[in-house]
């Protein structure tokens, strides 16, 4: 493993030797509330992360023989329905280690678009898939209407009994899904240590019962994992990594650059969906916050603006990004090196970054653990469902003008669909500000590619920083750190009417329903823009209507 910094300043070297002087390392490791903030509360019960191997190693053996049970019984696949930190990680797990040979595929809903969740249902056969229900306070709304549609929907196929043991659930002890799930005689119940956070729970039963149905080697995971914790266990900051990473990367942001940009090696490429989370939701907030910039395309360095630090994260042997960070290099600005030996290792970079997020709060004087502005747009999602629940219908925005089956709703007043962009970033400024892409659209390898094409064009000609999640995922991740940061930021929604629809039910394994996802993601979007604007940050909302992709290719086209 190698970890390497360029251009590392006098401030910054002070501020690592700081870290030693107020005895940061030890005092983390001491379970020290004061580190972060004058009270215990949402600190002192969200430490657990920091005994993870002892506590999971316990688990070990109840999870090997309950993979085994499932093998033998001839399961081919499992569906985990999550959102955030119990979904991030065992995507990571997936895309990066692959499926063993008789172990189970595993595939991840985050997505409350009615069209991914048929699309679920229709290529996995229901006899042989496992599904997983996780969710640490066993109320996540995405996540409970999953495991509705789908109990429901294997009831009526396999019947209720029989459904019942394809479910299972990871969750925390006393939650509402540990209840409902002993009440619909779930298959298995995982219950997780409570005092470990959500984004900070990828080493526990979260991450490693999904690892394990993929047939990943949990000894050989854990030994690289505890190797890494012995290094962050020194008090030394030249020999400890993630109090290094952490104080460096806190450091920069105080002094305002904070556009933390990835270029991971395309085997690691999936850790960067599970670090936007870790990073913004814990370090944005106050006014502050580090923005991960995660799969941004690559273009020449002038083109970056000097709020940049990037962070080269490769496995050995691979060279995809070497002339772009040699590129880097030559510039002035920061770049930190981290190479990995094997895939195993990805266990200990889990850690590495979690301790070094922690770091980086104490620099930024920020709580990492807590989630202020997370619930912001929760509650008004829930206000569009009560009102729909009422009047039969979401409340209506006035499009600003209507062109080729695009509607537009923003303040500014544009009459021609190519000024869209130019009147909504005229004030975006390069070196400070950012755009995000928030795509409340179905999860599509071509609609990817599409929104991909509509960042880069943002991107070369405003010559900022640019972030592009799908909905309602990433309220779950960057959503915090959009609302909580100091509002430098930008904001493009995009939604589309989806093709078609599927209800959710009100009960698991009953048939009525009062809602849709369709209309439970149309509210979400309509929640997340009435946080943002609550907020005063700067929202283009776009409707794509029913051609999606090729009204993305009319908005590149608009960008000149």
Not at 500 to 506: K, L, T, V
Request: net charge negative; hydrophobic share 40%; with cysteine.
């Amino acid at each position: 493993m190698k970890f390497v910094i360029n251009n590392l300043s006098e401030e910054i070297s002070k501020n690592l030797l700081n870290l030693e002087g107020e005895r940061i390392i030890e005092r983390i490791w001491e379970k020290d509330f004061t580190v972060w903030g004058n009270a215990p509360e949402e600190i002192s019960n969200r430490l657990g992360w920091l005994d993870c191997v002892d506590v999971t190693k316990k688990s070990l053996s109840e999870i090997n023989s309950f993979v085994e049970e499932i093998r033998k019984e001839g399961f081919t696949d499992a569906l985990l329905m999550g959102m955030g930190g119990s979904s991030l990680t065992p995507e990571v797990f997936r895309f990066t280690f692959g499926v063993k040979k008789d172990y189970l595929d595993l595939q991840v809903l985050d997505s409350t678009h009615p069209e991914a969740i048929l699309e679920y249902e229709n290529k996995l056969d229901p006899s042989k898939t496992l599904y997983i229900v996780s969710t640490k306070s066993g109320g996540t709304v995405e996540t409970m209407s999953f495991m509705k549609y789908f109990f429901t929907r294997l009831s009526t196929k396999l019947g209720k009994e029989e459904a019942s043991k394809h479910f299972i659930a990871i969750t925390d002890p006393g939650s509402g899904l540990e209840e409902t799930a002993r009440k619909l005689k779930f298959r298995k119940i995982f219950l997780n240590d409570p005092d470990i956070g959500g984004r900070f729970s990828a080493l526990s039963l979260f991450g490693i019962v999904p690892a394990a149905l993929l047939g990943i080697d949990l000894t050989k995971l854990f030994e690289e994992i505890s190797n890494m914790i012995v290094e962050c266990k020194k008090p030394k900051v030249s020999d400890n990594s993630g109090a290094k990473l952490g104080g460096i990367i806190g450091s920069l942001a105080n002094e305002g650059v904070d556009k933390l940009t990835f270029f991971i090696s395309p085997k690691l490429k999936y850790l960067g969906g599970w670090l936007e989370q870790l990073i913004a939701e814990s370090t944005g907030k106050d006014g502050k916050g580090i923005l991960p910039v995660d799969l941004e395309p690559t273009v020449p360095v002038s083109e970056y603006g000097s709020d940049r630090v990037f962070v080269y994260l490769k496995i050995a042997g691979d060279n995809f990004f070497d002339n772009k960070v040699s590129e880097i290099k030559s510039s002035s600005l920061t770049l930190i090196e981290i190479e990995v030996n094997n895939v195993y290792q990805l266990g200990a970079e889990f850690f590495r970054w979690e301790f070094a997020t922690a770091v980086a709060g104490y620099i930024l004087n920020v709580q990492p653990f807590d989630q202020p502005n997370v619930e912001s747009a929760k509650v008004a999602a829930r206000a569009m469902m009560k009102e729909y629940k009422e009047k039969g219908k979401l409340p209506e925005l006035k499009p600003t003008f209507e062109s080729n089956g695009i509607k537009i709703f923003t303040d500014s007043k544009i009459e021609n669909p190519n000024d869209i962009f130019s009147f909504f970033l005229s004030e975006c400024k390069s070196g400070k500000n950012y755009v995000t892409i928030q795509a409340y659209l179905k999860p599509d390898n071509e609609t990817w590619q599409k929104l991909q094409l509509l960042r880069l064009k943002i991107l070369q000609k405003y010559k900022v920083a640019t972030t592009l999640g799908y909905g309602p995922r990433f309220l779950h991740s960057t959503g915090q750190l959009h609302k909580g940061d100091s509002g430098n930021g930008f904001f493009i929604q995009l939604i589309s009417d989806a093709q078609s629809d599927a209800a959710i039910p009100q009960e698991p394994g009953m048939d009525d329903s009062s809602i849709s996802f369709g209309t439970l993601i149309r509210a979400q979007a309509l929640g997340d823009r009435q946080a943002l604007v609550d907020s005063n940050r700067r929202v283009l909302r776009i409707d794509l209507g029913k051609r999606v992709n090729n009204n993305i290719e009319e908005l590149i086209q608009s960008i000149k």
